[in-house]
């Protein structure tokens, strides 16, 4: 790199690490109630159980909306069926995946690459990491499995080819 572009670099890093905080972060339960007008819950559920529903409802709408179809219908299915149930532990490690581009996710749920190793499971002991899991779910699912005769039998029923 040109000493120009390093000074350049430099001189943006911090406003560039700040507002990479600012959009990996998700907001606390204080943020959004003074901020939208919504009031503290009267159902009996605390602060953080709220907030953790939040962030997992968060989770999945992400999960959903990657902009490119393959990952949105895969990563999107796989985190509907199983967000929910992630343990604090596993739902850090399903965002820091959620986190990668969709190019990298992509990849790691077609098979084309391997898992990352900061998030593949550390031992021989059977467990799976969370993204180990989705993209074994991802090799399994029916979604991206296409029967060629009924591909042709659906294309022609519907005079598309």
Not at 14 to 27: G, K, N, V
Not at 64 to 70: A, M, T, V
Not at 115 to 137: F, L, N
Request: charged share 35%; glycine share 4%.
């Amino acid at each position: 790199i040109a000493q120009r572009e390093q000074q350049l670099w430099e001189r943006a890093q911090p406003r560039y690490d700040s507002i990479m905080e600012r959009h990996t972060r998700l907001p606390k339960m204080d943020d959004i109630v003074n901020g939208s007008g919504i009031t503290n819950s009267t159902d009996g559920t605390s602060k953080e159980e709220q907030e953790l529903d939040i962030r997992k409802k968060r989770l999945v709408y992400r999960s959903k909306q990657r902009g490119w179809l393959e990952v949105d219908l895969l990563l999107g299915t796989w985190a509907s069926e199983n967000v929910p149930s992630l343990s604090l532990e596993e739902l850090d490690e399903f965002e820091k995946f959620v986190n990668l581009e969709t190019i990298d996710i992509y990849n790691v749920l077609t098979l084309r690459s391997d898992v990352p190793e900061d998030m593949k499971a550390s031992g021989d002991d059977g467990w799976q990491s969370v993204v180990e899991r989705i993209q074994q779910w991802a090799k399994d699912s029916p979604l991206g499995k296409a029967d060629k005769e009924k591909y042709v039998e659906v294309k022609t029923r519907n005079n598309l080819i």
